[in-house]
């Protein structure tokens, strides 16, 4: 483990000196070096100091190859439509090459290292917190409940991709030996657990909008929500304990009945509002100009001036979203019409995904072909399969590249990155509850049909609200009824990836052939749809193993034998 140069350190480096035209606690931390006695011994340093620990987060969707993939190409729900080697390696289950040739950016290598600086900078402060004479302008209890929540928080993203870790819980010297082994998934997730006990005790449910952004007593509700959902899940979970699906359903409803958030009734923006009833927590950041990368080099079609649309997503994705009357494409009841495919479909669709001959900036998407009797062929602003900045599947994701967002224009978007919403908080209750008994009761329709029929009258969308679930499912059908509406409603935010894997459904789900659509434009205006497979480089690789990830190889070789490997790599 690389313990040596992240937990032994003589001094402190403040890291963080940010450019945001958006004042708040985080831009207050200066950039410079000062030896640890002068930290901390100071409650100004040693706050800014702390502040330091939230920019370890997982705070983006758009963070592999600094902005060429996403979990969501990883899944089922998009592909990398330019092959980026950042995903093009996962969908290989090439999982240590993508550790090895993309390190500084990826979801293995990065993330093992991002979290163990983040855990020991919370370690540092809570150390340093009892020794310094605090003005009565501080609060060194909100901030110890902070440094609680954070280090949880980072145990939690290393739990989640690979299982039991080493638990570092304090600062160690040069001379100390710090190989240490792997604990338990289960005594990592006590851990955890006892982190957010103190972090629950300790902070605040609310702070003024200078503070907006920092973990509040909901956010460490939602984190132990969260993180008892994944340990009672089937990869964690294998003997399928009842218990720990019980303990995850009253996290999750201690939220629930706390009154405090309640779902946005507009689901199209649903990240790109400046506050809402249903931010239990959020990164806090700018609006993004138009230059972005994140969205002109990785969203956005070059039809609208993007220099690569490559954030695509499958026709897998897009059959999963229900006809209005609540019945799936595939019932020969529903109406579906594939020559009309996005007709009558759960609003939800056009909120997440842009498809051919949508309206969309003012414009009609065009992601067709045309052959002309002399046998040329044209082609939509959108679309130009000689291309790869072009979509691979002909769809873009809408989610990614807000409307608002034109390029070549003053205007700026925010795309907020969620950690917690309500509507996730509903569905954990909902799959824990339903896991927990043997029929599922009223409470558990409650849950999913309160996300189901959120919209309301006054949303831009049209037909604005789905029917909820049918009555009498049996627990299998309710099962199935809630993973689906997890992959609706938490569309591309980072969650379906992770899913996935605690479910251990890679094989079923990511393993599967990967689709498109063929869009012909017709002499007389209209369109001819036609799902087809896409070609070999898009499909995806997964094995049984692969539900976990490796530990970074250069750790377990660093480790003198105390750090295994987790099975299969």
Known sequence: MKINHIFKISAVLLLLSQASCKKDFLDRTPGVSLPEDAVFSDPVQTSQFANNAYNFLVDDYVRFNDHRGTTSQASDEAVSGNLDPSVYLLNQGLFNDYSEKTPTLNDIVDIWNREYQGIRITNQVLAAIPNITWPSAYSPTRIEGEMHFLRAFFYFELIKRFGGVPIIDKVYGVNDNVDFPRASYDDCVKFIVADLDKAEQQLPEDYDASNYGRATLGAARALRARTLL??????????????????????????????????????????????????????????????????????????????????????????????????????????????????????????????????????????????????SITYGLDFNPTNVIYTATRYYCRKMWPEAYVRNTSGTALINYVFFRYAEILLDYAEAKNEAVTTPGSDVYSAVNLVRQRMHVGDVLTNPTMPGLPAGLTQSQMRDAIRHERAIELAFEDQRWYDIMRWKAGIDIVAQPVYGMNVVKNTNGTFTYTKVLLSNAYQKTFKDYMHRYPIPRQEVYKSAGNLVQNPGW
Not at 243 to 268: E, R
Not at 356 to 374: L, V
Request: aromatic letters at 8%; glycine letters at 8%; a neutral charge.
């Open 230 to 375: 994944y340990a009672a899940s089937p990869l964690s979970n294998p003997t399928n304990d009842l218990t720990k699906w019980q303990k995850a359903a009253d996290a999750a409803n201690v939220i629930i009945t706390s009154g405090k958030y309640q779902l946005q009734t507009t689901y199209n923006d649903i990240l790109n509002v400046a506050s809402s009833p249903e931010y239990i927590m959020t990164k806090v950041r700018a609006a993004r100009i138009n230059t972005d990368g994140k969205i002109i080099d990785f969203a956005m079609s070059p039809g609208s001036g993007g220099a690569n649309g490559q954030m695509n997503p499958t026709q897998n994705h897009v059959d999963l979203y229900e006809m209005l009357n609540g019945k799936a494409i595939t019932d020969a009841t529903s109406g579906y019409n594939p020559q009309a495919p996005y007709t009558n479909r759960d609003p939800r669709l056009t909120a997440n995904v842009i498809y051919n001959d949508e309206t969309y900036q003012g414009r009609k998407i065009g992601m067709w072909s045309q052959t002309a009797t002399n046998g």
